[in-house]
């Protein structure tokens, strides 16, 4: 089982330094952790005080069931359903988190007010003025541990941002619950259900751009990706073809009954 100091030489390898803007995308499984909280203490050790650790710290399900459902998002007590490491991330004395319903982010360090500042004010939660916008802007990195761009939501935020046909049109108004006990109404327009996305076709094109870079986290496989560098070429991608990451319907896929 590795300690937070082998996992932090992990991170140094990647690239990671103290002083870093960092979104982590993680599954514990593959790692092979002495525990939970190794991983985390590596993590926040990796950029320091100086720096900022963002993770996702949502609630499980689609957005668009979600706010359906008419759901009341308790920031202070409700678990993340983003894997163990956010859980634990999240229960760290200096971690904040946004006041989205469904897309909270948990934050920690130098720009973690700024970052998780603000979100609820997000009519679409990945979109403008979101945390996704705040670390590209900081020159963030995002790395993925045990996971894949499947799992970077931050293409959500270059989707919304950049023309795809991703954002319902209707409004809704679920609640949250702030650390004061408040409770507020967030007006949200949800992601469409069920459009299937293509994340994984970016792989190819964040490695030929040398945007991605691959290493270990542990035994788990890691990528970093440069935040802006990213947004650049996937937001071009995107504004020349509005469904480059959503999958196209075909009816050979779907042969009509006989």
């Given at each position: 089982?590795?300690?937070?100091?082998?996992?932090?030489?992990?991170?140094?390898?990647?690239?990671?330094?103290?002083?870093?803007?960092?979104?982590?995308?993680?599954?514990?499984?593959?790692?092979?952790?002495?525990?939970?909280?190794?991983?985390v203490e590596a993590l926040m050790r990796s950029v320091g005080e100086s720096g900022t650790l963002i993770?996702?710290?949502?609630?499980?399900?689609?957005?668009?069931?979600?706010?359906?459902?008419?759901?009341?998002?308790?920031?202070?007590?409700?678990?993340?359903?983003?894997?163990?490491?956010?859980?634990?991330?999240?229960?760290?004395?200096?971690?904040?988190?946004?006041?989205?319903?469904?897309?909270?982010?948990?934050?920690?360090?130098?720009?973690?007010?700024?970052?998780?500042?603000?979100h609820e004010k997000c009519r679409v939660s990945a979109g403008w003025g979101s945390p996704f916008e705040k670390i590209i802007a900081l020159r963030g990195k995002i790395l993925l541990i045990g996971v894949t761009n499947v799992n970077n939501t931050t293409l959500h935020y270059l989707e919304n941002t950049n023309g795809a046909p991703t954002v319902c049109a209707v409004e809704y108004y679920p609640k949250v619950i702030t650390p004061e006990g408040k409770l507020i109404t967030v007006p949200t327009f949800p992601h469409m259900p069920?459009?299937?996305?293509?994340?994984?076709?970016?792989?190819?094109?964040?490695?030929?751009?040398?945007?991605?870079?691959?290493?270990r986290f542990g035994d788990a496989e890691a990528r970093i990706i440069d935040a802006y560098s990213m947004s650049k070429l996937i937001s071009g991608r995107i504004k020349s073809d509005p469904m480059y990451l959503i999958k196209r319907f075909s009816l050979d896929d779907h042969p009509a009954a006989e």
């Open positions: 089982m590795y300690d937070s100091g082998h996992l932090l030489n992990d991170l140094r390898a990647l690239g990671v330094k103290c002083g870093d803007t960092l979104l982590v995308h993680s599954a514990f499984r593959n790692i092979k952790a002495a525990s939970v909280l190794t991983a993770m996702p710290s949502f609630p499980g399900g689609s957005e668009f069931f979600l706010v359906q459902s008419g759901i009341t998002f308790d920031v202070r007590t409700r678990p993340s359903d983003c894997g163990l490491i956010t859980e634990a991330f999240r229960k760290q004395p200096g971690v904040i988190r946004s006041l989205s319903p469904t897309h909270c982010m948990a934050a920690w360090g130098k720009n973690a007010g700024f970052i998780t500042g603000g069920g459009l299937p996305r293509n994340y994984g076709r970016v792989e190819v094109e964040l490695d030929a751009n040398n945007i991605q870079q691959h290493g």
